[in-house]
């Protein structure tokens, strides 16, 4: 995750987003969004929908495998959430498993989180938030932002702001598949952006693939995956772009530019391609794969890495895996590293943690940091944060 030194503008920073960075923009955080996802399914599915029958199968579950008595209340939603991906990833249910994107409470909470995050971003370019805009005006091409946020936010104050950008770890001049090579093209100025837990955007062509395998007429186009046809009015394409491997798992995630419009229909026909907050999202990584590669090797050469908004939560164990080897490179590997005249910054980590007590529990999340090397700001994201962020003193 770093590059050629070619001129003064490239710097190579690592920043990662969690949350928090969408929070100013009035993005729900994870509890929230799960209370809202229950609140609209009664409405949409009525008061006995399918989320409704599970969350009682999981508390008698609960009450019987573990001797406790859980209200709704008191769900631990990432539990829940992790025991509908092993029961489906596992195919527990038999035959009654929808499609290979879950069972039908998991495509309920996947559309309505979809749904939600859609309603509660900026509608136009001209509405995105100045913090936003003043960030994105921050970012060089030489930076890569890991985000595990669902939300659009980033990439609309990216093009609103006019700065190139692309969803995909790397672009090629020439690829030999048959021996995994690539040579890469550097000769594009563009902020990397990865997702990854996936977005509110994308959607897998796996399961219409399959359905239009298992018919024999090339005109049918089946009604729960009429996105993917020709004459769709979505505006709907291939996240990746270019000469890329053949047999790369991203090829079968597609971009939607009419998200708005999509979402806005009575019945949404396919959930997005997201990684819902569950202690089993790691069963419905294989598409993602591509942008965790070699993430454990990278921060020892880049000159500036920041954490904003990113807590840390249990259901992320994978995630906290990648920070702490990123982290502990970034700070471990020469620490005075000099390139073309800009020395390595310390690690800056973005958080809100006010109270005495947030700012014990945010260092015991972080316990791995080498504290002698991060410089924290703890009055969340905003715009006095972004000179902390992006200042270039050592």
């Not at 006019?162 to 000769?187: A, C, H, I, T, W």
């Not at 006010?354 to 972080?366: A, K, Q």
Request: net charge negative; hydrophobic share 35%; charged share 25%.
């Amino acid at each position: 995750m770093s590059g050629e030194n070619t001129d003064e503008e490239r710097h190579f920073r690592i920043i990662i987003l969690g949350a928090g960075f969408s929070r100013p923009a009035g993005l729900p955080l994870a509890g929230e969004l799960f209370e809202e996802v229950r609140r609209r399914a009664r409405v949409q599915y009525g008061r006995t929908n399918a989320l409704e029958s599970d969350l009682n199968y999981f508390i008698d579950y609960k009450r019987r495998c573990d001797g406790v008595e859980v209200s709704r209340a008191d769900i631990d939603y990432e539990e829940f959430l992790g025991f509908l991906d092993a029961e489906h990833a596992l195919g527990f249910r038999g035959g009654d498993a929808i499609t290979s994107e879950g069972n039908e409470t998991q495509l309920i909470v996947k559309t309505l989180i979809g749904s939600i995050i859609q309603t509660k971003c900026p509608p136009s370019l001209t509405e995105i938030p100045d913090l936003y805009l003043r960030f994105a005006e921050r970012l060089k091409p030489s930076d890569w932002v890991l985000t595990f946020n669902y939300d659009t936010l980033l990439e609309s104050a990216l093009v609103a702001v006019g700065k190139p950008f692309r969803l995909f770890p790397n672009r090629y001049e020439r690829v030999v598949p048959q021996y995994g090579y690539g040579v890469l093209d550097s000769s594009r100025e563009e902020v990397v952006v990865l997702k990854l837990h996936g977005s509110i955007d994308w959607f897998d062509k796996t399961p219409y693939d399959e359905v239009m395998m298992a018919v024999d007429d090339p005109d049918y186009i089946p009604k729960w995956y009429s996105h993917f046809s020709n004459d769709n009015p979505y505006g709907i394409s291939p996240l990746l772009e270019g000469l890329q491997m053949p047999d790369d798992p991203m090829w079968k995630i597609h971009r939607m530019k009419g998200v708005s419009e999509y979402y806005s229909q009575s019945l949404v026909p396919q959930p997005p391609f997201i990684l819902t907050p569950s202690l089993g999202k790691i069963l419905y990584f294989e598409s993602l794969k591509p942008l965790w590669w070699g993430i454990g090797e990278a921060g020892g050469l880049n000159l500036g890495m920041a954490i904003i908004g990113y807590s840390l939560p249990p259901h992320d164990d994978h995630a906290r895996q990648a920070i702490y080897r990123l982290t502990d490179n970034y700070s471990r590997f020469e620490p005075d590293l000099t390139i073309g005249g800009v020395r390595k910054l310390l690690l800056r980590i973005v958080n809100l943690a006010r109270e005495e007590e947030e700012i014990r529990e945010f260092r015991s999340r972080y316990r791995f940091i080498d504290w002698n090397r991060t410089e924290t700001w703890l009055d969340g994201f905003s715009h006095e944060s972004l000179d902390f962020i992006f200042s270039e003193r050592a």
